[in-house]
């Protein structure tokens, strides 16, 4: 430990050549990570010299140099899970598990591998990576269990458990002849040299500190994908502000911030998740696990939105999700990303989104979806002021209302509270971050209650009220007389439909029809379909590279 600690900072120092100590102490540990997950020694001992090269370009990064091993060892696991992607089509399972082929011998070895057993390479190809690792570094480096557990960086429990499992799986004579056999299995005692001869002139960032290694490897390209999300949100808001007939709609301030936290959203996603596997800090499993979530986080409320919105877009939307969520969970889970599973993880992605596109022409895309925006700006039909009803409005009446209005997109969710009905409506602001998160009840949205006697009582949260007086600072409006004219405007929609007045019912919320604000339907845009295109350019020719691969081989 220390000595890691004194050879590290002696290579920050200049002198480069120390770093040899780490590759003689560590190289046990990374080829036996490499050879777990490769099976082939030619292959293990490249990525043997891979995995120091990275840790050497990034060492001046490394804030903790007592758990160098651990850090070396999350590389390994990275570069050998890359590695068996790029030449999993070219290896065949049989193969890479023949260990007799794999294993190298040292020079002064006098015996040879003993043979074994036909079975040993499937049961070994059956195990997961962690148990395999465990297995395999536990007889190749003949260290304890409480040495092996400190340098992987995990708890001498847990790898206990990962030890007892792998060798549940590999009974009897399985085990005896990974006993006699593993041991031998050893780099070459080139890989140092070869290691030290493909080292760069110094590690990333050496000469400026960690300043220059946070500015190298996250400040610059966040701003290059910054430029570029930016670039391609910037066409797309453009053509969406020339399609409204009227210049001075407030829709087209809207449309231009919905553009910039959409670029922002890209722009860091994608900085953040290319800094984890640059630097090793995250594998592939963990970017896929952070898919999964927002997959979960649309899925919810997309749910959520069809119990208004039964449209062939929301439908398809939520659907979407459910296939997102469904190929994420298998790759996180047993990190099945590769061949097969692969290529049809991909074909689901492909098949999924197809409905999304197709269906666009049955959303709504206008930004003044909300009904306190619409107020301000002359959306709304003049109705009579609140007024007691007669009839109680039953529950069934009140949800077919709300699917009314969640046709035209101006509810989002629903919900019985205290014998009330409450209709969650869309945000006034930005939808970027509130339409992909969990949103709704939780986040206390502008809401319309409806009593049981048919009255209603319309709401603007805090959000939207500052997001209003942001987008309309000219406006003499106060929040009650908003307030006031939404309620009775949906009181007056509500007794409409009631009456089986449907039209007249719509023309109250939505005083403006699509064609009087938007001079052609947002679907038919060419340039939305050329930065569609260019979106799913890279996953289709990925999926077809895979096909074809697949069916060659």
Not at 125 to 145: C, K, N
Not at 187 to 210: F, Y
Not at 219 to 244: D, E, G
Not at 393 to 407: D, M, N, S, T
Request: one cysteine or more; glycine letters at 6%; charged letters at 20%.
């Amino acid at each position: 430990m220390h000595d890691d600690v004194a050879a590290i900072e002696a290579v920050k120092s200049g002198e480069r050549h120390r770093y040899g100590e780490l590759v003689e102490r560590h190289q046990g540990l990374v080829y036996a990570i490499a050879w777990s997950r490769l099976g082939d020694a030619a292959l293990s001992e490249d990525a043997v010299q891979e995995t120091f090269v990275q840790a050497y370009r990034f060492l001046a990064g490394l804030r903790k140099p007592e758990r160098f091993s651990s850090w070396i060892a999350a590389i390994a696991r990275n570069v050998s899970s890359a590695m068996l992607r790029r030449r999993h089509n070219e290896l065949e399972a049989v193969h890479r598990w023949q260990l007799e082929r794999s294993a190298r011998l040292e020079p002064n070895a006098s015996a040879a591998l003993p043979p074994l057993t036909e079975t040993l390479p499937d049961a070994m190809s059956q195990l997961p990576d962690t148990h395999r690792e465990a297995l395999v570094m536990f007889y190749i480096e003949g260290e304890s269990v409480r040495e092996c557990a400190e340098r992987l960086g995990v708890r001498e429990e847990a790898f206990k458990m990962r030890l007892s499992r792998a060798r549940a799986s590999l009974r009897g004579i399985l085990e005896q002849q990974l006993e006699e056999s593993l041991p031998r299995v050893r780099p070459s005692r080139k890989v140092t040299q070869k290691v030290m001869a493909a080292l760069p002139a110094s590690p990333i960032g050496l000469a400026g500190g960690p300043l220059a290694v946070f500015f190298v490897s996250l400040v610059i390209p966040l701003l290059v994908n910054c430029a570029t999300a930016l670039t391609l949100t910037t066409i797309h808001a453009r053509s969406l502000v020339r399609n409204l007939r009227d210049p001075r709609d407030a829709q087209h301030k809207l449309i231009w911030r919905d553009a910039l936290m959409m670029a922002l959203i890209i722009a860091v996603s994608v900085t953040i998740v290319n800094f984890l596997l640059i630097r090793h800090i995250a594998g592939t499993r963990l970017v896929f696990a952070f898919v999964g979530m927002d997959a979960l986080a649309g899925l919810v409320c997309s749910i959520r939105n069809v119990r208004v919105n039964r449209s062939p877009f929301a439908l398809a939307l939520a659907a979407f999700f459910a296939i997102l969520l469904a190929c994420s969970v298998p790759i996180v889970i047993f990190e099945l990303y590769l061949g097969a599973f692969g290529m049809i993880a991909g074909l689901g992605f492909l098949a999924a989104m197809l409905p999304v596109l197709f269906t666009q022409k049955y959303a709504n895309w206008r930004s003044d979806l909300s009904l306190f925006l619409r107020a301000c700006t002359g959306g709304l039909a003049r109705a009579s002021s609140p007024r007691p009803s007669d009839e109680s409005a039953p529950p069934e009446l009140l949800w077919k209302f709300a699917r009314f209005l969640g046709r035209m997109s101006l509810v989002e969710d629903c919900s019985v509270r205290r014998g009330s009905f409450v209709l969650y409506l869309p945000p006034v602001g930005t939808r970027w971050v509130t339409h992909f998160g969990i949103r709704g009840r939780l986040a206390l949205p502008s809401s319309v209650t409806i009593r049981q006697d048919g009255t209603c009582h319309a709401k603007i949260c805090d959000h939207d009220w500052r997001a209003l007086q942001s987008l309309l600072p000219q406006t003499a409006r106060t929040r009650q007389e908003i307030e006031e004219q939404v309620t009775g405007v949906v009181t007056g929609a509500l007794d409409r439909f009631r009456a089986g007045d449907l039209k007249e019912s719509g023309l109250l919320v939505q005083a403006k029809p699509d064609a009087a604000v938007l001079r052609k339907p947002v679907h038919t845009l060419r340039v939305r379909w050329l930065l569609i295109i260019i979106g799913l350019a890279p996953m289709v020719l990925l999926v077809l590279y895979r096909l074809i691969r697949l069916l060659v081989r």
